[in-house]
C-alpha cells in the first residue's frame, strides 16, 4: 500500500493511551495512519491474557505494521511484573562476578521472549549512562555502573539477547543521564561535559552496542553545552546529524524520550519542538500521554512538511529506517505458554542470587536460623517513586518471603519518609536481632535519620540495601548485604542470603565505591 503524505508524517508519531483497553479515538487514529507505533505504560497491563487481548486489538486496527514499545529495562523500572518474569536489573546483574555477559544476554532474551509473545516488538532497554554520582535522581540502579568499559560490554549482551528475543533494543539516553543533578521528568538540564570526555566515556557503550547491531537510540532531553547550548539533545541536528548519524555511522532509528516530560514541555511550544525534532532528523516522535497533545503533535507536523519547513526528505528518511525497523522485529504470534515459565523463572532466580553481596559482615551472625530462640525484628522502609519514569510504587513482596522463612519474626513497614514519632517505639522493642531494610535512604534525608538512629538498638543489627547500595554506609558497624534491586527475584534471593541457602558471591560495584 502506498503511504500518503499524511500516513508518512503519522509513521514518525508514537504515542500512549491510559486504561487496560484502546479507547475509540486512539483505534481511529491507527485505522487512519495517524500513528506509527504505541508506547504501554503498567496502566495498560493487568495480566498477560489482559495484554495479549489489547496489542492484538492494536495490531489489529493498524493500517501499517505497528511497533509497540514498553519500558522494560528490569530491576526498578519494569512495567510487567504480576504474572510475568522479573529481571533483577541492570546494577544487580553487573554486581555478578561469573558469566556476567552470559547472564545478561539470557535474562534479557526471556524478558524478550514474554514481550514477544505479547504482540510487544520493542523495548526502551538497555540503559547504558554512566552512573557518575550517587546523588543523580533518576539513575541508580537502572545502571549497569560507573565504569564505561563495564557498561559497554554488558549492554550488548543486553541488546544481543534482547534482539535474539525478537524485540528492538533502544540504548539510551543519548548522550547519557548519568550526570544530570536534576530530573528530566521535572526540569530541564545543562551540562557542561567536555567533548573529550563525552567522546571517551559517555559515548563507548554505544560505540561497542552499535557493533552488535543496535537497533535503536533513545535521546535525552539534556543540553550538552560542549556540543549545542542552546537545544537539547532530542532537538539538536548537531547531536544527532552530526554526531549519531555521522561520527557515529548509526543508520537504525533515533527517537525521542517522552515530549511530554518537562524538560521539553515547560520550555518549547509543541508547534516548535515536534517541528525541531524532526528537523534535527529524528525518526520517531514520542508523545506518551495526553491526546489533546497527540493530537496537535500530528496537525503541526503534517502543516510543517506540506509548507516545506520540514523537508519531505527527511520524513521520507525516517519512514525508510521505520519500516526497516518493523520488518526486522515483526508482531509475534500470542503463547500465554511462554510467558512466566518454571525455566524463566529458575533464570531470574540464579541470576538474583549471583547478584546478591556482602560488603560488611559480623562473625557469627549468618545465617540466621528459623528455628532458633533468636527475636527477630524486622523494619522494612516501604517502596517509593524515586522518579517518575517508576510510574508507581507497588506493595513489596519481601514481607512476604520473610514471613516464610521466618515465621516467628515481628515485621514492621516503616513509610518511605518516616517520622521521629514512625521511629521512637521500635527502640523500646525488644529484639536479639534488627535487620533493617532500606531503599535509597542516603537519597532521603529522614529515611537516612531513622536508619541512623534504628541501628543503636542493643540487638544485633543487620541492613538490607534493596536499591542503590551506597545505604550500605548508613551504619558504621554490623552486616550489611545489597541486592542492588527490589523485583521479585533479588527480594527472594536476599531473604535466601539471610537463612544461609547461599554465602553471597556478588561483587560491590565500583559505583558504590565512589
Same mark, same amino acid.
Given at each position: 500500500m502506498e503511504k500518503t503524505l499524511e500516513d508518512k508524517v503519522?509513521?514518525?508519531?508514537?504515542?500512549?493511551?491510559?486504561?487496560?483497553?484502546?479507547?475509540?479515538?486512539?483505534?481511529?487514529?491507527?485505522?487512519?495512519?495517524?500513528?506509527?507505533?504505541?508506547?504501554?505504560?503498567?496502566?495498560?497491563?493487568?495480566?498477560?491474557?489482559?495484554?495479549?487481548?489489547?496489542?492484538?486489538?492494536?495490531?489489529?486496527?493498524a493500517k501499517y505494521p505497528l511497533l509497540i514499545a514498553i519500558d522494560q529495562e528490569g530491576g526498578t523500572v519494569?512495567?510487567?511484573?504480576?504474572g510475568f518474569s522479573e529481571s533483577p536489573g541492570?546494577?544487580?546483574?553487573?554486581?555478578?562476578?561469573?558469566?556476567?555477559?552470559?547472564?545478561?544476554?539470557?535474562?534479557s532474551f526471556v524478558l524478550a521472549t514474554e514481550m514477544k509473545t505479547l504482540g510487544i516488538n520493542w523495548t526502551y532497554a538497555p540503559v547504558v549512562d554512566v552512573h557518575y554520582n550517587s546523588k543523580n535522581p533518576t539513575m541508580g540502579t537502572r545502571s549497569f555502573g560507573a565504569d564505561p568499559e563495564d557498561i559497554a560490554t554488558l549492554a550488548a549482551a543486553a541488546v544481543r539477547g534482547f534482539q535474539k528475543g525478537g524485540v528492538a533494543a533502544s540504548a539510551k539516553h543519548f548522550l547519557g543521564l548519568g550526570n544530570t543533578p536534576i530530573d528530566t521528568h521535572l526540569a530541564l538540564p545543562t551540562l557542561d561535559t567536555s567533548i573529550e570526555q563525552l567522546r571517551s566515556i559517555d559515548l563507548l557503550p554505544y560505540?561497542?552496542?552499535?557493533?552488535?547491531?543496535?537497533?535503536?537510540?533513545?535521546?535525552?532531553?539534556?543540553?550538552?553545552s560542549a556540543l549545542d547550548n542552546e537545544y537539547p539533545a532530542t532537538l539538536s541536528p548537531i547531536i544527532i546529524q552530526q554526531l549519531i548519524r555521522d561520527e557515529l555511522g548509526f543508520a537504525g532509528v533515533v527517537t525521542t524520550d517522552c515530549m511530554e516530560m518537562k524538560a521539553i514541555d515547560d520550555n518549547f511550544a509543541i508547534t516548535d519542538s515536534v517541528v525541531a525534532a524532526a528537523l534535527a532528523g529524528v525518526d520517531i516522535i514520542l508523545f506518551s500521554h495526553t491526546a489533546d497533545k497527540q493530537a496537535?503533535?500530528?496537525?503541526?507536523?503534517?502543516?510543517?512538511?506540506?509548507?516545506?519547513?520540514?523537508?519531505?526528505?527527511?520524513?521520507?528518511?525516517?519512514?525508510?529506517?521505520? %519500516? @526497516?525497523?518493523?520488518?526486522?522485529? &515483526?508482531?509475534?504470534?500470542?503463547?500465554? =505458554?511462554?510467558?512466566?515459565?518454571? *525455566?524463566?523463572?529458575?533464570?531470574?532466580q540464579t541470576a538474583a542470587r549471583a547478584s546478591i553481596s556482602q560488603p560488611r559482615s559480623e562473625a557469627g551472625v549468618l545465617p540466621i536460623k528459623a528455628d532458633d530462640s533468636h527475636r527477630i525484628l524486622f523494619v522494612e522502609f516501604a517502596p517509593g517513586v524515586d522518579s517518575p519514569v517508576q510510574e508507581t510504587t507497588?506493595?513489596?513482596?519481601?514481607?512476604?518471603?520473610?514471613?516464610?522463612?521466618?515465621? %516467628? @519474626?515481628?515485621?514492621?513497614?516503616? &513509610?518511605?519518609?518516616?517520622?521521629?514519632? =514512625?521511629?521512637?517505639?521500635?527502640? *523500646?522493642?525488644?529484639?536479639?536481632?534488627?535487620?533493617?531494610?532500606?531503599?535509597?535512604?542516603h537519597l532521603i534525608p529522614a529515611q537516612e535519620q531513622a536508619v541512623k538512629t534504628l541501628s543503636q538498638h542493643p540487638a544485633t543489627t543487620i541492613l538490607l540495601a534493596l536499591r542503590n547500595p551506597y545505604d550500605a554506609q548508613l551504619i558504621e558497624s554490623g552486616t550489611v548485604l545489597c541486592s542492588a534491586a527490589d523485583s521479585r527475584p533479588s527480594l527472594e534471593a536476599i531473604t535466601a542470603a539471610l537463612a544461609g541457602d547461599f554465602v553471597p558471591t556478588g561483587r560491590v560495584h565500583d559505583a558504590i565505591r565512589h
Open positions: 503519522g509513521q514518525i508519531l508514537m504515542a500512549g493511551f491510559d486504561g487496560l483497553n484502546a479507547p475509540e479515538y486512539f483505534l481511529e487514529w491507527l485505522r487512519e495512519g495517524r500513528l506509527g507505533g504505541v508506547i504501554l505504560f503498567a496502566r495498560n497491563v493487568e495480566s498477560p491474557q489482559q495484554l495479549a487481548a489489547l496489542t492484538g486489538q492494536l495490531h489489529e486496527a519494569a512495567r510487567l511484573r504480576e541492570a546494577l544487580a546483574l553487573a554486581s555478578i562476578r561469573d558469566n556476567r555477559e552470559a547472564v545478561v544476554e539470557e535474562v560505540r561497542v552496542a552499535l557493533d552488535n547491531q543496535l537497533a535503536t537510540i533513545m535521546t535525552t532531553h539534556t543540553i550538552f496537535e503533535a500530528y496537525e503541526h507536523l503534517l502543516a510543517a512538511v506540506q509548507s516545506g519547513k520540514v523537508p519531505l526528505e527527511l520524513v521520507e528518511q525516517a519512514n525508510a529506517r521505520i %519500516d @526497516a525497523l518493523k520488518t526486522r522485529f &515483526p508482531a509475534g504470534e500470542p503463547n500465554l =505458554d511462554r510467558v512466566y515459565t518454571p *525455566e524463566h523463572q529458575q533464570i531470574m507497588s506493595s513489596s513482596h519481601l514481607g512476604y518471603y520473610i514471613r516464610q522463612r521466618f515465621p %516467628d @519474626a515481628e515485621i514492621i513497614v516503616m &513509610p518511605t519518609i518516616p517520622s521521629q514519632d =514512625d521511629v521512637a517505639p521500635i527502640l *523500646e522493642q525488644r529484639a536479639d536481632i534488627l535487620i533493617l531494610a532500606t531503599r535509597n535512604a
